[in-house]
């Protein structure tokens, strides 16, 4: 079988990306699947990038994920962050990839049981790198809510480590 | 196990992921999520502007308790603007739906929402200008494009509207010269009239309006601030520095946004003014009055551009002074260079600007003489008339994020590069698609870079953080540099987000930094109170 998945490898990545883009309104979609330009359509880019980068992963023996598996994974994830969608949603376009390997693959790969528990593994290696998406987005959504915050803070601060100065009061806090 | 023993991958991939509306653009009601809009402006504010329909409200109620005849309102502001501004009624009648300013728009392509294409979000309003009053519109109704003004419509409107930053990166590329900036003008306008706004926008004008700048701060509290500054730069440079403050006589007058005297990064650049013009022994003065270069008029209305801006002219006037200098404002710049001299002008009582230092005449602001500060300081510069010592910014790897306003509305592209260039070492540009007059908006112009916007602001960032990232991890760029007080403020959390190791200045900053003053004591560390050096290298 992963002979097959090596050999279907371009079709798997190109219907994953297919499938996350649609999670997108359709003129967006198109977009992002149609403008080459990395800096005119970076979304698209980083889908792109990204699919590439965590299926080599997935279909890697590597237990931990290398720094560019991290930023590539990240680079999704910190945009579906701030987009229209629910927390599920954003991560949830990993599992997209389970959905895509058994319609490309399971009428002709599954033959004997070590193909099953190939599967399994790669099911596994998914769930794996969807919690770490999982990880990261709560990292971003931490991270908006301290910008948030600092932005509040940093309005006043400036005046009243000011006035402090001016009236003898003490400023460090 | 058998095959058809396994679960459907269907069941399997049991997650319902986000499906867009099967509904056409007109009738997809718009979603108010958290995070993605503005929250609207107080009544307080309202009613010291004398606007319409104070009230408390939230654009996430269901009832936004509008006045009865709120269509009636529109729909006769409408039909007065149509007529008022001929650049209204071109716009509505000229677009072909080409599709060239489609996905030219950072909030279109950081979030794939239609809405936010230039050419759909003109045809909010277009759809409403057709039905009502357009003959072929009347007749055909939806086939001819028309729709009728409804209170989805607005409400779409008032997301929409209050979701482009006016940055007119689109326009650039229409061929049409369509400045969809504005129609979101125009828009902004007629939500006005039913008390539909947003306090990010409001609050700033109401304070101008009463004190002159947007934080509201009275005369005394500014010279405070002030003189702190040139506290810290004692602090630094060991030149104490006596500020002209509401000069009579003085030769020039100096306007900047009041954003620069308060808020980190600003600061250091309006520090960076004030050791720059005492150097030169500028004839020159800060006003109290004249206290703000921003106008968020611009975010609200023709006629609040015009009540806001009439104080730098007016003062002008007051002291006596014979022309002005601006400094690093973004939207300030699309004021004074497209509206100033037609709703405030004619300036005749002020002097054609000549630099007192080079003899240099600014021809090109002639009819508005206003002067940017890096016109100023670029012919400084080129006239040899500033010592620099650039190593001292070498610990800054810096690009440079074109402004929207300064770029495409004020056509500033060379003069900051030059200066740039000048004052430090280390400089890279971002990709050409990014910058110049194709600069990307930081996501939070035209009142839009408040915190509770702070997902939409990451969307429309995130183009701009794109082509920053790719010059940091090519050249460990660690300084996003900008002339644009809401950009010093709106970068910095895009840099939180998208690029953390990259700080946020102004240009005047680094110029001070770089400037060798007379009788200065050698200096140690920069306006931020950094070592200047590389501290394990000294030792």
């Known amino acids: 079988m992963r002979d097959l998945i090596l050999e279907k490898k371009k079709d798997i990545v190109k219907r994953w990306i297919e499938l996350t883009i649609d999670t997108y309104p359709p003129e967006g979609g198109s977009f992002m699947k149609n403008q080459k330009n990395q800096f005119a359509n970076p979304v698209g880019a980083a889908i792109l990038n990204g699919a590439e980068t965590l299926y080599k992963w997935i279909m890697s023996g590597d237990k931990d994920l290398s720094p560019d598996v991290v930023r590539r994974l990240d680079d999704v994830i910190r945009i579906r962050a701030v987009q229209q969608f629910s927390a599920s949603d954003a991560v949830g376009f990993i599992f997209l990839l389970k959905r895509v390997i058994r319609e490309t693959l399971l009428r002709d790969a599954l033959k004997d049981k070590n193909d099953l528990q190939e599967l399994f593994d790669i099911d596994s290696r998914i769930d794996s790198l969807a919690l770490h998406a999982f990880n990261m987005y709560m990292k971003c959504r931490e991270k908006l809510f301290e910008i948030r915050a600092m932005e509040i803070r940093n309005r006043t601060s400036r005046i009243l480590e000011r006035a402090c100065m001016k009236y003898g009061a003490p400023h460090e806090w | ?539």
């Open chain 2, 1 to 539: 196990m058998e095959l058809h023993d396994l679960p459907k991958p269907q069941d399997l991939m049991n997650i319902d992921l986000n499906k867009p509306p099967e509904t056409g653009w007109m009738d997809t009601p718009t979603v108010f999520r958290n995070g993605t809009y503005s929250y609207p402006a107080a009544g307080k504010n309202l009613k010291i502007l004398g606007l319409a329909n104070p009230r408390q409200w939230s654009p996430a109620d269901e009832d936004w308790k509008l006045p009865e005849n709120w269509k009636e309102i529109i729909l006769q502001g409408m039909k007065e603007r149509l007529e008022k501004y001929r650049s209204f009624r071109l716009f509505m009648d000229i677009c072909v739906r080409c599709g060239a300013c489609a996905d030219k728009c950072h909030f279109f392509i950081g979030s794939g929402d239609p809405k936010n294409m230039p050419v759909l979000r003109a045809e909010l309003i277009r759809s409403v200008y057709r039905n009502d009053f357009t003959l072929l519109g009347k007749m055909l109704g939806r086939l001819g494009g028309g729709r009728e003004l409804t209170i989805d419509v607005l409400k779409e409107w008032f997301y929409y509207f209050f979701q482009c930053t006016e940055c007119r990166r689109c326009s650039v590329f229409c061929p049409y010269g369509i400045d969809t900036a504005e129609v979101t003008m125009i828009g902004r306008e007629l939500l006005n009239l039913v008390g539909l706004n947003i306090n990010w926008v409001i609050e700033p004008v109401a304070n101008c309006y009463r004190t002159g700048n947007h934080l509201g701060i009275p005369p005394h509290g500014l010279v405070d601030m002030w003189q702190f500054m040139t506290d810290d730069i004692e602090d630094i440079t060991g030149i104490k520095i006596d500020l002209p403050i509401n000069k009579k006589g003085a030769e020039i007058l100096f306007v900047t946004p009041s954003g620069d005297y308060f808020a980190d990064p600003g600061t250091y650049t309006c520090m960076g003014y004030m050791m720059l013009f005492h150097e030169l022994g500028l004839d020159y003065t800060w006003s109290t009055y004249a206290s703000e270069g921003g106008n968020f008029g611009l975010f609200t209305s023709h006629e609040m551009i015009k009540r806001l801006n009439a104080k730098i002219y007016a003062e002008a006037k007051r002291l006596g002074v014979k022309w002005i200098i601006g400094g690093e404002c973004g939207h300030m710049w699309r004021v004074i260079h497209q509206y100033m001299e037609t709703m405030n002008g004619p300036a005749d009582f002020l002097e054609e600007p000549v630099s007192p230092i080079t003899g240099t005449k600014f021809e090109n602001a002639k009819q508005s003489k206003m002067v940017h500060i890096t016109e100023f300081t670029s012919d400084l510069i080129k006239n040899g008339k500033l010592k620099l010592d650039p190593s001292r910014n070498d610990k800054i790897i810096a690009t440079y994020h074109d402004s929207c306003n300064t770029a495409r509305a004020a056509g500033l592209l060379e003069e900051p590069r030059y200066v740039i260039r000048n004052i430090m070492n280390n400089f890279y540009e971002m990709p050409e698609n990014t910058i110049r007059e194709q600069t990307f908006c930081c996501g939070g112009g035209a009142g839009l870079g408040n915190d509770e916007n702070i997902e939409m602001r990451m969307r429309g960032a995130f183009p701009r953080a794109s082509a920053l990232r790719h010059v940091v991890d090519k050249h460990a760029v660690n300084r996003l540099l900008c002339m644009c007080a809401i950009d010093r403020a709106t970068l910095t959390a895009l840099c939180h987000y998208w690029a953390p190791d990259v700080t946020v200045g102004g240009i005047h900053e680094l110029l001070a930094n770089a400037l060798v003053m007379k009788g200065e004591k050698e200096r140690t560390v920069d306006l931020r109170g950094e070592p200047l050096g590389d501290e394990e290298e000294d030792e």
